[in-house]
């Protein structure tokens, strides 16, 4: 799985991992690393990364554990590596200018960040389609069935969605659209999500 993934031509070119002065050849490095960042999320299926870009959720299971990974900020054949100043400028072009992130708690930053390599909307659609198209619309159903039932014909683009992700999707759209609600239990925990 790993092996197959290749970083565009540009992760080799040394100057990428300099913050160059000129503000606008910065701005093409800075998106640059933005769609480096957006593919690799991608094709990892990584829905949200610590700021010096390690793994905090993906979608397929062995890669959040996984020290495998081909190091983002990082190419050890032309020994380069980006700064931690740096990597922190990249992530907020990545949620300020192109609006492909977003802090997981913007309170606390060092929380990590959220990637949207499919935005939040689009998350919620693939949600409320598999809710309607298995015939749950108005059923109360667990994060674990919307997330990582084995049985419930969960397509692969829902499975293993971080739970922090799918709430966040419930209640900035979802929710906001009159389209679900959520049932909280006694502890003030979710108990169940109803998507109508």
């Not at 092996?3 to 002065?21: A, D, G, M, N």
């Not at 983002?72 to 032309?78: E, T």
Request: aromatic share 10%; proline share 5%.
């Amino acid at each position: 799985m790993t092996s197959e993934f290749t970083f565009p031509k540009i992760h080799s070119f040394p100057p990428l991992y300099t913050k160059q002065p000129n503000a606008t050849i910065l701005s093409t490095q800075l998106d640059s690393w933005s769609q480096i960042i957006l593919q690799y999320c991608e094709y990892f299926r990584i829905t949200s990364m610590t700021l010096n870009g390690t793994v905090k959720s993906s979608q397929l299971v062995d890669v959040g554990k996984s020290d495998s990974l081909p190091p983002l900020f990082v190419n050890n054949a032309i020994n380069r590596s980006v700064s931690a100043d740096f990597q922190s400028a990249i992530f907020s072009h990545l949620i300020h200018k192109v609006k492909k992130a977003e802090y997981i708690n913007p309170k606390n930053p060092e929380l990590g960040i959220y990637v949207y390599w499919r935005s939040i909307t689009e998350w919620a659609q693939l949600l409320y389609d598999f809710v309607d198209k298995t015939g749950q619309l108005g059923t109360v159903l667990t994060l674990y069935e919307l997330t990582k039932a084995e049985d419930s014909g969960l397509p692969e683009s829902l499975r293993n969605l971080d739970e922090e992700l799918l709430v966040k999707v419930l209640k900035d759209v979802l929710i906001k659209q009159g389209r679900a609600q959520l049932l909280m239990d006694d502890e003030g925990g979710i108990g169940g999500v109803k998507i109508v």
